[in-house]
């Protein structure tokens, strides 16, 4: 499906800013549905979106598009804020 594609294209493309801050602007939006919190956490979408975030520190687009996505897929899901924090 879209969610494991986009986690998949941000770990084969993590050097690209561009595709880094789109990525985590559509799991931002996905992890809006309590089922997709669950599904962008099984395929690795939590790693990815941090992995991202510390490979472009300076690009304000990815930190914050990260961030906003972090927090979403936080929201009211105790098994992802474990594995956030």
Do not use: Y
Not at 8 to 16: K, T, V, Y
Not at 30 to 59: C, F, T
């Amino acid at each position: 499906g879209g969610i494991k594609a986009v986690v998949s294209g941000m770990r084969l493309h993590r050097l690209s800013q561009q595709l880094q801050w789109q990525g985590c602007r559509a799991l931002r939006n996905l992890a809006l549905s309590d089922a997709n919190k669950a599904a962008i956490a099984s395929v690795g979408g939590i790693v990815e979106v941090v992995a991202g975030m510390v490979e472009h520190p300076l690009i304000f687009q990815v930190q914050e598009s990260g961030c906003a996505a972090l927090g979403n897929l936080a929201s009211d899901n105790d098994d992802n804020v474990t594995e956030i924090v």
